[in-house]
């Protein structure tokens, strides 16, 4: 099992920044790839960034040039760097861990989600 700890949300204001953090624990496999989804209200879950174990990103196109996603392998933390924040960018943040698991299949853990909101 793996458990993924969020924090770092909040309430700032329309062009402020936020720096979110997600420490994974327990079983982590090498191969994975970890990353932020968010979800406002009526809306459906939407990926927001990720990386992976190799370093390579990716980004929703809302996000790029304001959001920024890095990693340290050796804590098994992702962070992301959201800077330039609007009020669309209000929602709940989840946490995301994909593990390659050892028969080649994928298996995804979530975070318990921290609210961002970005006031006008």
């Known amino acids: 099992q793996v458990q993924l700890a969020e924090s770092g949300g909040g309430l700032v204001q329309a062009g402020g920044s936020l720096r979110l953090s997600c420490a994974a624990s327990g079983r982590i496999f090498s191969n994975n790839a970890m990353g932020w989804y968010r979800q406002a209200p009526g809306k459906q879950r939407e990926m927001v960034a990720s990386v992976t174990s190799g370093g390579s990103t990716n980004y929703a196109d809302s996000v790029k040039g304001r959001f920024a996603i890095s990693r340290d392998n050796a804590k098994n933390t992702v962070y992301l760097q959201m800077n330039s924040l609007k009020p669309e960018d209000t929602a709940v943040y989840y946490c995301?861990?994909?593990?390659?698991?050892?028969?080649?299949?994928?298996?995804?853990?979530w975070g318990q989600g921290t609210q961002v909101t970005a006031s006008s």
């Open positions: 995301n861990a994909k593990f390659l698991m050892p028969d080649y299949t994928w298996v995804d853990y």
